[in-house]
Each structure stands twice: as C-alpha cells, then as structure tokens.
C-alpha cells in the first residue's frame, strides 16, 4: 500500500479533481499527501507582449509566488477536512520538474497527476505534464482521468468517463447503439477507473482490476461488477 502520495495541482479545475481523487486515496491508504505546485514569475511586460491569458495550459508557469501560496493554503484546508496528513510544497520551475523532485526528496510511492494536457494540441505547446513525470518517475503514477467525455461522443463499441452531477459515471456503448451506464468507482477501494479501448475494458489504476465493458469482473482483486446506474 501506499505511504506517502504527491499530487501536482496547478489550482485549475481539473487539477482539483486530481488532488480530491489523490485524497481519496490517501484516505483509503493512510497514506500522508504532498501537493506540489510550480510557479515562474513572469514580468507583467512580458505577459502583454506574449498576450498570456489564464486559464490555459500555461497558467501554471505564470502563478506568481504568493497566488500558489494561497492556492495551496486552500488545498491543503480541504484536504485537512477529509483527515488526511497533508504538506505543501511551492517551486519554481517547471511543473513536472517540480512534482518530480517533490517525490524523489519526499521518497513518495505513488504520484497523482490529472490527465489534462495529454490529449489533443495543448500537448505540443509546452510538452505534457503528465506525460513527462510519467516518463521519468522513479515510483508509481497514476494519471487521473480528469477530462471527461460528453455521451453522444461515444461511439458504438466505445466507453468513456462522463460526469454527472460531479459523480463520474462509466459509459459503454454497445454494437446496437445503447448506452450503458455504471458507478467509475472500482468496486475494489474506490479508485477511478479508465476506458481501455485496445481491450475494450474497464481497468483500474490503483490496484489492477478489470471490468468487461459491461461492468462484469475479468480480474481482481475487485469481487463485485461495477455498479450499473442510469446518465
Ligand atoms: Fe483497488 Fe481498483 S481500487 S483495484
């Protein structure tokens, strides 16, 4: 199990769901958290030269120093609430240098990172975090699947993360066109499960159960199928 996590959050949305799924995990594990955030000031010269607007993937390099101060004041209140240990860490630098280092000085075992960047342009205008601490990690990473999907884009034979009412729900389309849905938690610890579209199923990051598209179970250590609910 793990003993000490570390989240990277650059206070976006997104990244918030990646620290509430880190604390989740935490809290399952009784693990202690460090959430990481970078920050690179920027002169306000430049910021109208290069017209930087947040939000935007690059909203994290411009955070100055005391706005990641605050944002991971807040984090870390919240975290607090759910009686999870939790320590902070602002660096400047590059995100993913910054949780990277963050986890080899704190010898964490698991790393938590949102998905956001992995997936379409943004991930060649400055290089994506997740997938550059996934390459040069030294423990286990769990990329959170904070993007979701809307219904109709799944396409037939095809499942994705939706969100309902903030609960994320696992959609799978069958060949005549019926969306099925069930509870994204793994019937294990809670954990969110991804679409695995090469085998058409539903794997869990944390401790490695799989669920038939359909929700039936096709490995442990979950016991139970994923719980159908309605979109
Ligand atoms: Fe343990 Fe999913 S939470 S396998």
Redesign the pocket.
């Known amino acids: 199990m793990f003993a000490r996590i570390v989240v990277g959050t650059d206070g976006s949305d997104t990244a918030r769901e990646a620290v509430r799924e880190a604390t989740q995990l935490a809290k399952?594990t009784g693990a202690t958290l460090d959430v990481v955030s970078a920050y690179e000031p920027v002169p306000p010269s430049r910021l109208r030269e290069e017209r930087i607007e947040a939000p935007s993937d690059i909203e994290h390099m411009v955070n100055p120093h005391e706005d990641v101060d605050a944002m991971l004041k807040q984090a870390a209140e919240e975290i607090g609430k759910a009686g999870v240990t939790v320590r902070t860490f602002a660096r400047q630098g590059e995100p993913a240098d910054a949780i990277l280092d963050v986890a080899e000085e704190e010898n964490a075992d698991l790393i938590v990172v949102g998905n956001k960047g992995m997936t379409g342009a943004s991930r060649f205008l400055l290089g994506s975090v997740p997938q550059k601490v996934l390459e040069h990690a030294r423990c286990d990473v769990l990329i959170a699947r904070t993007i979701t999907q809307v219904s109709t884009e799944i396409e037939k034979g095809e499942g994705g993360i939706v969100s309902v009412d903030g609960q994320k729900v696992a959609a799978y389309r069958n060949d005549d066109g019926e969306l099925i849905a069930m509870s994204a938690k793994?019937?294990?610890?809670?954990?969110t499960?991804g679409w695995n579209s090469a085998d058409k199923t539903w794997d869990?990051?944390?401790?490695?159960?799989r669920y038939r598209a359909t929700g039936e179970i096709l490995n442990?250590?979950?016991t139970k199928p994923l719980t159908k609910t309605s979109l």
């Open positions: 399952q793994c019937t294990h610890l809670g954990c499960v869990c990051p944390c401790h490695g159960s442990g250590p979950a």
